[in-house]
């Protein structure tokens, strides 16, 4: 049997430490064919994304994607990140965080073409890309 990644389970870790500490997490995601994102706000192939419980609704950090709504520009969009793609995770506060290595994806998670998708996007706040936010230097790369 094949030993699961450790990224799926620090990320969540990662998550419970910002915001029992009052911190904003930030999700840096390199952007692929398998990643559900609004187009406008990927910058050099990347994106990143405020994960706070504020800022998403239905957000599923799960082992092999990460899923919710957000808001941007007004308009609620649906999200589907796959953990491969995540690069880092911090709290935008501090830039206190983690890097991962970045595995190009292959197919979602069930196979098939398309996300999984969770019905019609109820209300949520808007999401702010993390343009001014500070860029964490110091974290560790764990793959």
């Known amino acids: 049997m094949q030993e699961s990644s450790t990224k799926p389970y620090l ?11 009052g911190y904003t997490p930030y999700l840096v995601v390199t952007v692929d064919a398998n990643t559900v994102v609004p187009p406008a706000h990927v910058h050099d192939g990347q994106i990143t994304l405020n994960i706070s ?9 799960g ?7 957000s808001r941007f520009n007004g308009a609620v969009e649906h999200l589907f990140v796959p953990v491969a793609a995540v690069s880092a995770l911090y ?8 890097g991962f290595e970045v595995v190009p994806s292959q197919a979602y998670p069930g196979g098939g073409d398309t996300p999984p998708s969770s019905g019609p996007a109820p209300d949520a706040p808007d999401t702010k890309p993390a343009g001014d936010a500070p860029k964490p230097s110091h974290l560790k790369i764990v793959k």
């Open 11 to 21: 990320i969540r870790a990662l998550h419970e430490w910002c915001t029992d500490n």
């Open 53 to 61: 419980h504020l800022a998403t609704n239905r957000l599923t950090l």
């Open 63 to 69: 082992n092999d994607y990460i899923e919710f709504e």
């Open 91 to 98: 709290a935008r506060e501090t830039g206190a965080g983690m």
